[in-house]
């Protein structure tokens, strides 16, 4: 088993910028790749990218190119999620999540294809 732990949510302004942060223990040496997903009200949990373990391959929705980057410490088996220049829309709960096996990367855009998920940090953008 793996358990995730998230943090680094908050309330900031439209502009900013906020640092999310997923941490793995268990069974971390199996996990082949992170992914972060955002839930926002009445609306399905979407993609916002995914980073592999090995290499720091990453892939991302189109709509955060440019502004999120995904980073990853193999050491502290901590994934992190830079988001700048915030927009409202960005409002969600942000979830971290671990695939076990190896895949095609962009495969990895399904929430089916995770393993674990951790329980979400709140990331609110006021206008």
């Known amino acids: 088993q793996v358990q995730l732990v998230e943090s680094g949510g908050g309330l900031v302004q439209a502009g900013g910028s906020l640092r999310l942060s997923c941490t793995a223990s268990?069974?971390?040496?199996?996990?082949?790749?992170m992914g972060w997903f955002r839930q926002a009200p009445g609306k399905e949990r979407e993609f916002v990218g995914v980073?592999?373990?090995?290499?720091?391959?990453?892939y991302y929705q189109d709509s955060v190119k440019g502004r999120f980057t995904m980073s990853r410490d193999n050491a502290k088996n901590a994934v992190y999620l830079q988001m700048n220049s915030l927009k409202p829309e960005d409002t969600a709960v942000y979830y971290c999540?671990?695939?076990?096996?190896?895949?095609?990367?962009?495969?990895?855009?399904?929430?089916?294809?995770?393993?674990?998920w951790g329980q979400g940090t709140q990331v609110t953008v006021s206008s």
């Open positions: 999540a671990a695939r076990d096996t190896s895949t095609i990367i962009f495969l990895l855009k399904g929430a089916g294809k995770y393993d674990y």
């Open positions: 980073i592999t373990w090995g290499d720091g391959t990453t």
């Open positions: 268990g069974r971390t040496f199996s996990t082949y790749a």
